[in-house]
């Protein structure tokens, strides 16, 4: 609602007869800055354009009071609006690379552009592969080095269409609109603030590449300073991890292939030291059997961590029992592993799936299987002796 004034500490949505500062609209975000004028001060948290076109300054009142009618001075951050306007012309360059590159198809299909960095979406049917974005990143950059001029003009709509400028088709736009230019390779409708040469952008990096919808990708990338500090940021953790592994930086690559191929045979190596160890365990079993009703069933914890090396152990068992049941289980990654096995000769009597499904309660999970043997998982390990001694209780009956 219209107040006539507001006081120290005070938000308030203030709008002048002129104004320096941009409303955001055309994805481009608002201006921030300060107002001030006789005794008071009002800092700009934000700028928006209403739809007739009013531009709306979002302020807190850091002291004094503002009232209606008074003259102000209206000051924008300009370091925030020099990052925005280079991001801003980044991003017109990109969507003409892009275009040149891949196919007229390519359209805007969104964008922001923020002071941080720049986001731009367009049409296209897949992702596009880490040379060609690399390559879109130097053509950019290329034009950012030929320090070309940035124009501006005022067209009668009709007259601007006819040049062949870029334009949006879901905008709806007035009797006269701002043309943006660079030179010969550029051309766009658009009203926000850009740079006065390419090469006020500096650097342009992309950042990621993503998919936002069907035939729809997204590219974000930063600009100037920004671009700088990630160069260097990225710069460093290479020098680092080149340190730790006492290599060169450009042979980086091979080393941590070798490392991980180094790894995995280890893990190999590892799995089958545990395969042996547990088939040991099994040879050697035969005092931890215990006889209920004539059945004799095997029930213990293991030392194996995946459900693969699991099964081999369960079979090895099995094979030693002859006539019985065996129920092992596991503990891998904080989560409970188990199996029951039932020889042929006892299945008519007793089903592995449901078995099995019981003692997974004990552990807060589920599973299920066939009648001789059936696999289970659950997120209370620390239940694993309760889970293991329950076989007895069910055969008990």
Excluded: W
């Excluded at 507001?6 to 994805?27: D, H, I, M, N």
């Excluded at 608002?30 to 107002?35: N, S, V």
């Amino acid at each position: 609602k219209e107040v006539d004034g507001a006081g120290k500490g005070g938000k308030v949505e203030v709008v002048t007869k002129e104004t320096p500062f941009y409303g955001e609209s055309g994805g481009q975000t608002g201006d921030k800055g300060k107002i001030t004028g006789d005794g008071f001060e009002l800092v700009v948290e934000d700028t928006l354009k209403d739809p007739t076109g009013l531009i709306i300054h979002k302020c807190k009142v850091i002291s004094g009071t503002i009232k209606q009618g008074v003259k102000v001075v209206l000051e924008v951050d300009q370091d925030r609006r020099k990052a925005t306007a280079i991001n801003h012309t980044a991003t017109h360059l990109l969507h003409t690379v892009l275009g040149n590159m891949l196919g007229d198809h390519v359209k805007q299909a969104g964008s922001l552009v923020s002071p941080e960095r720049l986001r731009f979406d367009f049409t296209h049917f897949s992702a596009v592969d880490r040379q060609t974005m690399d390559k879109v990143e130097r053509k950019v950059n290329d034009k950012i080095r030929e320090n070309i001029k940035v124009r501006f003009e005022e067209l009668d709509a009709e007259d601007a269409f006819k040049t062949g400028a870029k334009a949006l088709f879901d905008e709806k736009y007035g009797d006269m609109v701002r043309v943006v230019s660079i030179e010969s390779f550029s051309s766009e409708f658009c009203g926000g603030t850009h740079a006065d040469r390419t090469g006020d952008i500096g650097l342009f990096k992309i950042l990621s590449q993503s998919s936002i919808a069907a035939g729809v990708r997204r590219i974000e990338a930063v600009t100037g300073s920004a671009a700088v500090l990630l160069t260097q940021a990225e710069g460093k953790i290479i020098q680092d991890t080149a340190g730790l592994l006492r290599e060169r930086p450009d042979s980086l690559t091979n080393r941590v292939e070798k490392l991980l191929s180094d790894q995995k045979s280890l893990e190999k190596e590892v799995d089958r030291l545990k395969g042996k160890i547990a088939s040991k365990s099994a040879d050697e079993a035969e005092d931890e059997y215990k006889t209920v009703k004539n059945i004799k069933i095997l029930s213990k914890k293991v030392p194996i961590d995946n459900p693969g090396a699991l099964r081999d152990l369960a079979d090895k068992f099995k094979d030693r029992i002859k006539s019985g049941i065996v129920v092992l289980g596991a503990v891998a990654e904080e989560k409970a592993l188990l199996i029951v096995v039932v020889t042929k000769d006892l299945i008519k009597d007793f089903h592995a799936g449901k078995i099995v499904k019981e003692l997974a309660k004990e552990v807060g999970g589920s599973g299920g299987g066939r009648p001789d043997m059936a696999q289970a998982g659950g997120t209370e390990p620390e239940n694993m002796e309760k889970a293991l001694n329950k076989i007895f209780e069910i055969i008990e009956g």
